[in-house]
């Protein structure tokens, strides 16, 4: 579903009054919030996805850790999780229990436990957790205070719905997927503490309206203008390649559909600014923070993390795409 249909879905709905709602859907962030106790909050998340990966046991550990990722991407500590899955009802009974190993090692692996779940009949394979955890209220790292002045930065490389198309369209010779699936399978764990420690401003984590559409939430939320420099923002080896043969994943129609007219791109049709509304799958953290916390935030990553962006008090609610 695109981000203007959600938009227009819960336009329909009467508005949540509760006071212990500290994050809710209004500002489309990656996780709600909700106040049980002076000092804790418990944060919860929902995600679910179809195959990306051949390797059942593999998709599930990538699921896994892209359903975590939203509590990471609050700041939060996951803590609970429940599996959701639809299954063909003649499926092969191996294939779901590897799937389901998959999902608990990667779980295990967060610190999580997985208590239960649901299973239903479908056409064609569809796994998911709900995952809950625990944040203090004063510290919830939500996508709606990034300041101006503040850099971005960037966790992970994009360009694995480019890289699983090619894939379905068998014209991945010569790509090495190792890499996209390694980053699709390591958590946001490290890039969370870091975060929280370095003083965040505002994060989200990039899925599946592409690293556009989420900086796009993040600039309105925020009611600041974002500034992104396409030359600085890691990309999995091969992906410019694939895109450059007209190969896209069906996420790019999507999100420009939903995105396009809030980022200015002076070249609408190169591949980078094509890239940036591509669809993800357990993307990075895109983290805004101080100009003076970089280095130290770096320090306690101490993986790739470079500066994307920049935050600005002009065009608030929009993405400025620089070469």
Do not use: C
């Not at 059942?56 to 850790?65: D, L, Q, R, T």
């Not at 700041?75 to 499926?91: C, E, M, S, V, Y």
């Not at 779940?117 to 625990?134: M, P, Q, R, S, W």
């Amino acid at each position: 579903m695109s981000a203007a249909q959600l938009a227009q879905a819960l336009s329909i709905l009467p508005r949540i009054k509760d006071k212990n709602l500290l994050v809710g859907v209004n500002t489309a962030d990656d996780a709600g919030v909700y106040q049980i106790s002076k000092n804790t909050a418990v944060v919860s998340s929902i995600d679910i996805l179809t195959p990306v990966v051949i390797d059942p046991k593999v998709y599930g550990m990538i699921v896994a850790a892209n359903s975590i990722s939203d509590i990471y991407a609050m700041g939060g500590d996951p803590k609970l999780a429940l599996n959701i899955i639809g299954f063909p009802g003649n499926g092969d009974p191996e294939v779901l229990g590897n799937i389901l190993w998959g999902g608990q090692e990667k779980a295990q692996e967060a610190g999580v436990t997985i208590v239960g779940g649901h299973t239903f009949v479908a056409d064609e394979i569809k796994y998911g957790l709900a995952v809950f955890g625990y944040i203090h209220p004063e510290r919830i790292i939500t996508n709606a205070e990034a300041q101006p002045g503040d850099i971005i930065v960037l966790t992970k490389p994009l360009g694995v719905g480019i890289l699983v198309q090619s894939v379905l369209e068998k014209k991945d010779q010569g790509i090495d997927l190792r890499r996209a699936i390694s980053a699709m399978t390591t958590l946001n764990r490290d890039a969370s503490y870091a975060m929280r420690q370095a003083g965040a401003h505002a994060a989200t984590d990039i899925t599946g309206y592409g690293l556009a559409g989420h900086i796009v939430e993040m600039a309105q939320a925020s009611r600041v203008g974002i500034e992104l420099t396409l030359s600085q923002i890691p990309v999995h080896k091969g992906t410019l390649e694939i895109l450059k043969q007209g190969i896209k994943d069906p996420g790019i129609s999507m999100n420009l559909a939903s995105f396009a007219d809030r980022v200015h791109r002076k070249d609408n049709d190169s591949p980078l600014g094509n890239l940036i509304f591509s669809s993800e799958t357990s993307g990075g953290l895109a983290i805004a923070l101080p100009e003076d916390k970089l280095s130290f935030f770096q320090e306690k990553y101490s993986k790739s993390a470079p500066v994307i962006g920049r935050v600005t008090a002009e065009n608030p609610g929009t993405v400025t795409a620089l070469p």
